[in-house]
Nanobody
């Protein structure tokens, strides 16, 4: 049984930082790319970032480039999302999900190519 568990969310002031963690169990973690998504109140869930497998190549949506960094630690079955220079518009529930190795670049944003999802962790950016 695959389990995906996010943690690290909380309340932070604008300009602050947070690091989210996501631990995956029940599959060979190192073989899977991983994605981060977020969902703000009243909005659809949106793609945030993705990290590949062996080379750990990373991809970001434009609104977080230069502020967020996705990384992974295969020995710990964990993927991270380091968030800096946070803005109120970053407020959302953040989710990680397991991707498929064969996914092409144009499909990265689609939830349909991610299979196992966590329950999310809430990030609130407010003064």
């Amino acid at each position: 049984q695959v389990q995906v568990v996010e943690s690290g969310g909380g309340l932070v002031q604008p300009g602050g930082s947070l690091r989210l963690s996501c631990v995956i169990s029940g599959l060979a973690f190192g073989n899977y790319p991983m994605g981060w998504f977020r969902q703000a109140p009243g909005k659809e869930r949106e793609y945030v970032a993705r990290i590949g497998t062996n080379n750990g190549r990373t991809y970001y949506t434009n609104s977080v480039k230069g502020r967020f960094t996705v990384s992974r630690e295969n020995a710990k079955n964990t993927v991270y999302l380091q968030m800096s220079s946070l803005k109120p518009e970053d407020t959302a529930a953040y989710y990680c999900a397991t991707g498929r190795p064969s996914t092409i670049l144009s499909q990265f944003r689609s939830e349909s190519v991610y299979d196992y999802w966590g329950h999310g962790t809430q990030v609130t950016v407010s003064s």
